[in-house]
T-cell receptor, first 114, second 117 residues
Framework: AQSVTQLDSQVPVFEEAPVELRCNYS??????LFWYVQYPNQGLQLLLK??????LVESINGFEAEFNKSQTSFHLRKPSVHISDTAEYFC????????????FGKGTMLLVSP | DTEVTQTPKHLVMGMTNKKSLKCEQH?????MYWYKQKAKKPPELMFV???????INESVPSRFSPECPNSSLLNLHLHALQPEDSALYLC????????????????FGPGTRLTVL
């Protein structure tokens, strides 16, 4: 079984400031990792994913995340946030072998203010 | 195209009503999912269909009845719901190339906001 910990339930930040949303996971098998974003009153959108290969993955809107196997982390970063980045961000993990379903963290609300 | 569509967008129903939620994808995905999401919480898995067969039921009450008429469509039939069933219901799909592995990336629809009076 897998578990995901997002320690920060809410992260307030000013516009154009950098931000890091933390995600740690626990698993007895190798995993695939995802970040999903949910804007108010909308469904989940895939932001980025790590399946294999380069440990640094990037999204088209400036976010990036780095898979760190030794620290079992997949933190999400953006060097300069916009008001429009205000949303709930969910980290999710799935084991890449055996029986496994997608496990979500509790989410982090990113609040960007002017 | 990574679009999953859901109808209706909003639904208000009484506890004695029967209604259905619909989900559609045209990405050729063979796994489809229903999730329930309460406010300020992550999605909770309800059902998984793999190749049009129900493969996972996460102990969901029988007042929720899923149906997969074909590889592109997924329905959730609702009957005799309770006010605590009010939530956002999300549909998702993934390729499921290995039939039952569920490790392929899941793409979500916009959800149906359900209110039970």
């Amino acid at each position: 079984a897998q578990s995901v910990t997002q320690l920060d339930s809410q992260v307030p930040v000013f516009e154009e400031a950098p931000v890091e949303l933390r995600c740690n996971y626990s698993s007895s098998v190798s995993v695939y990792l995802f970040w999903y974003v949910q804007y108010p009153n909308q469904g989940l959108q895939l932001l980025l994913k790590y399946l294999s290969g380069s440990t640094l993955v990037e999204s088209i809107n400036g976010f990036e995340a780095e898979f760190n196997k030794s620290q079992t982390s997949f933190h999400l970063r953006k060097p300069s946030v916009h008001i429009s980045d205000t949303a709930e961000y969910f980290c999710a993990v799935i084991g890449n072998s055996g029986y496994s379903t997608l496990t979500f963290g509790k989410g982090t609300m990113l609040l960007v203010s002017p | 195209d990574t679009e999953v569509t859901q109808t209706p967008k909003h639904l208000v129903m009484g506890m004695t009503n029967k209604k259905s939620l619909k989900c559609e994808q045209h990405m050729g995905h063979r796994a489809m999912y229903w999730y329930k999401q309460k406010a300020k919480k992550p999605p909770e898995l309800m059902f998984v269909y793999s190749y049009e067969k129900l493969s996972i039921n996460e102990s969901v009450p029988s007042r929720f009845s899923p149906e997969c008429p074909n590889s592109s469509l997924l329905n959730l039939h609702l009957h005799a719901l309770q006010p605590e069933d009010s939530a956002l219901y999300l549909c998702a799909s993934s390729q499921d190339q290995r039939g039952g592995s569920y490790t392929d990336t899941q793409y979500f629809g916009p959800g149906t906001r359900l209110t039970v009076l």
